[in-house]
Structure formats: C-alpha cells, structure tokens
C-alpha cells in the first residue's frame, strides 16, 4: 500500500514541477533555486535507501533497472513534496481498498482519496493554443477580443497569427475566456519591443474589417517602410481577394496592407494619386517586399519608379538604412535586350541568381535592384555580369577561382561535358534548380592540350556547392536524369 501512495505522490510532483510549481523557469529567486537544487539532492539520497528497503520488502515484478527506476520514482514524493503528510494506518487502510478484495467500498475510497489529492494539487494552467512553452509571465500582455475579431486574427488554419507573429518576432497564442462565453484572450509573448509590435499589428488587422487603418508617428517607428502605389495600379498589386499581397507576404516574413499616415506631411503621394502601402517586419523583409511590389507597379505602369536610362527616380529609404553594417543596394541597369534573358522563363534565372548569391534581387524595370549585405550584393553583380557575357557568346573567364570563397571546381574530361550539360542544357539548369547554384564551364588554363574543362560552381552555401558536384558526378556516369521546371532531378537507379 504505501508503494501505491508513494506513487501517487510523484504524480503530485510531477503536475507541480511541469505545471510550474517549483522555480524551472527563467526569472525565478535565487532562494527558490537554491531550495529546488538541496531537494533534488535530498532525492537521490533517499532514493537509494528506499529502493534497497523496496527491494526487500516487496516481491520482484520487474528486471533490475526497472526496479530501480521505480524505486527511484517513488522516493521523489517524500524528497521533494514537502505539504504531502506521512502515511497513516487509515492511508494504508484506504489503499488496500484498491487492491481486489478490498474490505471497503470501492467508489467510497475513490471519492475520498480524489478529493484529499484535490486538496494537495496546485491549480492547473490552461494549457497553451499549441505546443510551446509559455514566456514568463514578466514577458506577456494580454487583450481580450470577441468571435468575429479571433476568427478573423486567426485567419484560414492560423496563417493570419502566424504570419503577425513572425512579422513582430512575437509569440501568440489564442485562447477561450473561462469566464466569458464567447470572449478570446490573446496572449502576446517575447521582448518588450517585439510585444509592442505586436500589439499594434494585432489592432491594425482587426482594424481591416471596419475601415481604412491609420497609422500615426510613421516616422518613429523602426520596422515600416512606405511604398506609394499609383491608384490605377492597386488592384494589381493586391490581386485577386488579396493574394499576390499575402504571397508577398509570406515569401518576405512582413505584414502589408494599405492605409493612411496620420499626421505626415508627405502623405498624399504629392503631384499622382498615390494610396501608401505600409509594410512591416524586419529590415531585410521589407526590402524585399518593397522590391518586389515596385516591379509589379513598374510592369503595370512604366515609368512609376525608373527612368529612361534605366535608373531609379528616387533613392530607396527606410529605417535601417546607413547604419554603417554593409547592408544598401546596387542598381544595375540593362540593355533593352538583355531583360528577357536576364529574366528567364518565369523569373527562373532571377531566382537562380538570388539563391546562388544569397542577395535579394528584382527588376524594377530594366534595373535590376540588388539588395543586402556587401559581399551578397558583390557575388550577385559578378554572376549577372557572366550570365551575360554567356548571352553574347564570348568565354567568360573567372580570376583566380580558387581563391573564391563562393566557388568549387570540377575538372571533366572534354567528351563528358555533354552529359554535364544534357540537351540544350537542361541536365546542368536542373542541377541548378535542385541545389540553387549558378554553375558554367569555361576553359581550363592549367590544360594547354585542351584535354579537360573546367566547371565552375558558385554560391554562397558551400553544401550546396558540394551536393552539385556530386549531382554532376552521376550525370557522367548516366545515374542522373534532369526533369522540367522546377521539380529538379533525381539519379537513375536502374543505371547503377
């Protein structure tokens, strides 16, 4: 009997230690920590005694280390549950009435014994909306809101939390009021900045299902950037109930929608009839959504943000910018007839040289704006710079590659480039696509007879680097078969 309340008690623990009830989270006094580390060690102590007197007094049902482990459970009640009493006759009595042939009655023992441990257990927490833990609760602010304003935060299977979580940094969590029917309370966790993001971001969409959202200190606040969209080219840029604007969204990790700037004398979009695009999120985020809804404008209207001789009317500028860390823009401009080769099908050499290099690249027009850290925008400019060079079919040499970090070598013999490259090229663009590489061959100089070439693989991830190598290993020896768009390829088993 008393091995039956030993393991009652260690559940009462265990609620009490997951449940919050001894100092295991950050932010607690030293004094609790202290008294937490002098049980635990009291419980090994007592742990041994009582599996040896365990042991003893109790037949064996188990192998040696589950015994143990047993043993070593059930001393935990009496370490480290300190308001738990010592066993009594009358517990031990009461615990016999479990066992078949108890003398009492069985619902009786049941009710009794639910309602003393009822008496010893902390007050359960509602558990989370998801599986992560809480922040402390130094770390979080509360707002309570109704069902139409938590279905609509909550958005299609939880992408509208998600997605203003992620834009803030913050961690939300929705929950039932327990004592309010048909109230929610959205708990919002993380640093005192990122909280406040979110609070404002979480007003502002709800703000959406009544009206226009105003914004109000707009040039305090460090995570917006303001793009002006033409009137006529809004309905463009949001798309059809809004999804290109959520596609942007969840490519650049930002919130987006438009409003009005209160109090900001630039409001207006001065001589055009211009609505303000607000964007939020972090700085590299709203970069690229900024980019990226500047193209679109420029393809609808020309003219809008380049000029003629394919450079931007007016300089990009948003908080974050001249901080001194590398982090800016270039601009290259093209030749009316490099764009489409530039482009490629779909955007995919755009995208393949972004990857590759690991910058944010869009055409605006024919610039081409590059965006991010010195060396991301230094490797985007060298690849645009071969890829056309490869359009006017001159050899494209590259100046001590080895001395690279961004590039890895593959000599080939010269009848084998064939296969490297497949039919019109599609083996090596597949190779690309699958490990986001910008890969060529140019002549090997170490070679005067000509015997060999050279492929160049660059990036700025060297296992990606690595994982094309291989993958044009195996399209030499026939074990590599390239597919269309952007599925990649795969080896050929059957060929091994």
Not at 34 to 47: K, L, W
Not at 64 to 91: F, I, L, N, Q, T
Not at 153 to 179: F, P, Q, W
Request: charged residues 40%; contains cysteine.
């Amino acid at each position: 009997p008393e091995w039956d309340v030993a393991r009652r008690r260690t559940a009462d623990v265990l609620a009490k230690t997951l449940l919050g009830g001894f100092p295991c989270f950050p932010g607690r006094p030293s004094a609790e920590t202290d008294s937490f580390r002098h049980r635990s060690t009291t419980f090994f102590a007592i742990a041994e005694t009582h599996c040896s007197a365990g042991r003893s007094r109790r037949p064996r049902r188990a192998t040696e280390g589950e015994g143990g482990g047993r043993a070593g459970e059930d001393a935990m009640g009496d370490a480290m549950d300190e308001d738990a009493p010592r066993v009594s006759d009358d517990e031990r009595s009461e615990d016999e009435d479990r066992r078949p042939g108890g003398r009492r009655n069985l619902e009786k023992s049941k009710s009794r014994s639910r309602s003393r441990s009822r008496e010893r257990e902390p007050e359960k927490r509602r558990p989370p909306s998801d599986d992560k833990p809480r922040a402390a609760s130094g770390n979080t602010d509360t707002m309570t809101i109704g069902d139409e304003d938590a279905a609509f935060l909550l958005g299609a299977g939880g992408s509208t939390k998600r997605k203003v979580a992620r834009a803030a940094g913050a961690r939300l969590d929705l929950d039932d009021d327990k004592e309010t029917r048909g109230r929610h309370v959205l708990t919002v966790s993380g640093s005192d900045a990122a909280r406040a993001r979110a609070m404002d971001y979480v007003r502002w969409v709800l703000r959406q299902r009544l009206g226009a959202i105003e914004v109000s200190d707009a040039s305090k606040r460090d995570d917006l950037s303001v793009v002006r969209v033409p009137a006529d080219c809004v309905a463009y840029v949001t798309g059809k109930s809004g999804r290109v604007l959520r596609s942007v969204e969840e490519e650049f990790g930002t919130l987006m929608f438009f409003g009005k700037l209160v109090g900001e004398e630039s409001d207006g979009g001065g001589a055009r009839n211009d609505e303000t695009l607000c964007v939020l999120g972090d700085r590299r985020g709203r970069r690229g959504a900024e980019l990226k809804v500047m193209s679109a404008v420029e393809h609808k209207t020309p003219g809008v943000f380049v000029n003629d001789q394919a450079k931007l009317r007016e300089r990009l500028k948003q908080p974050g910018d001249g901080l001194g860390d590398g982090f800016g823009y270039d601009v290259f401009p093209f030749e009316e007839h490099e764009f489409s080769y530039a482009l490629g099908a779909q955007g995919s050499t755009r995208k393949k040289l972004a990857a590759a290099s690991g910058a944010l690249l869009e055409y605006v027009g024919r610039a081409a704006v590059m965006a991010g850290t010195r060396a991301e925008r230094s490797r985007c400019w060298d690849y645009l710079t071969w890829l056309l060079k490869q359009r006017k079919g001159s050899k494209v040499f590259v100046d001590d590659p080895e001395k690279r970090d961004d590039c890895t070598e593959l000599r080939i013999p010269r009848g084998a480039a064939g296969r490297v490259q497949g039919k019109a090229g599609e083996t090596l663009r597949s190779i690309e696509r699958e490990t986001k590489t910008f890969c060529f061959l140019v002549p090997d100089r170490d070679d005067p007879d000509g015997k060999e070439e050279l492929v160049l693989i660059f990036g700025a991830d060297k296992k990606r680097r690595y994982k094309a190598l291989d993958l044009m290993e195996d399209a030499m020896s026939g074990r590599y078969r390239a597919r269309d768009g952007d599925r990649g390829g795969r080896r050929d088993e059957r060929r091994r």
